[in-house]
Nanobody, 119 residues
Framework: QVQLVESGGDSVQAGGSLRLSCVAS????????MAWYRQAPGKQRELVAL???????NYADSVKGRFTIFRANAKNTVYLQMNSLKPEDTAVYYC?????????????WGQGTQVTVSS
């Protein structure tokens, strides 16, 4: 069983920065994809950024150039560095992991952390 615990959410002014962390416990294997999603009130959950075990990344167009996803494999931790925050970045941010073990892929979610950006 894999557990994901996020931290780092806070309330900030527009233009500020935050760093979110997600620590994974359990067997995350050697092949996995870690991602951050967000869900604003009344909206669907959307992908913000992802990183695979090889370090390749992908970002939503709305955060390119402002957000950076990176991981510390030795700590089983993935981070989301968020700069130049905008009010539209306000959402609950969720960590997601897709773990491949013995050829079977399973998905896991964290409990979410609130990010609020005021203008």
């Amino acid at each position: 069983q894999v557990q994901l615990v996020e931290s780092g959410g806070d309330s900030v002014q527009a233009g500020g920065s935050l760093r979110l962390s997600c620590v994974a416990s359990g067997n995350i294997g050697s092949g996995n994809v870690m991602a951050w999603y967000r869900q604003a009130p009344g909206k669907q959950r959307e992908l913000v950024a992802l990183i695979n075990s090889g370090g390749s990344t992908n970002y939503a167009d709305s955060v390119k150039g402002r957000f950076t996803i990176f991981r510390a494999n030795a700590k089983n931790t993935v981070y989301l560095q968020m700069n130049s925050l905008k009010p539209e970045d306000t959402a609950v941010y969720y960590c997601n992991a897709v773990i491949i073990v013995s050829g079977v892929a399973r998905g896991y979610w964290g409990q979410g952390t609130q990010v609020t950006v005021s203008s």
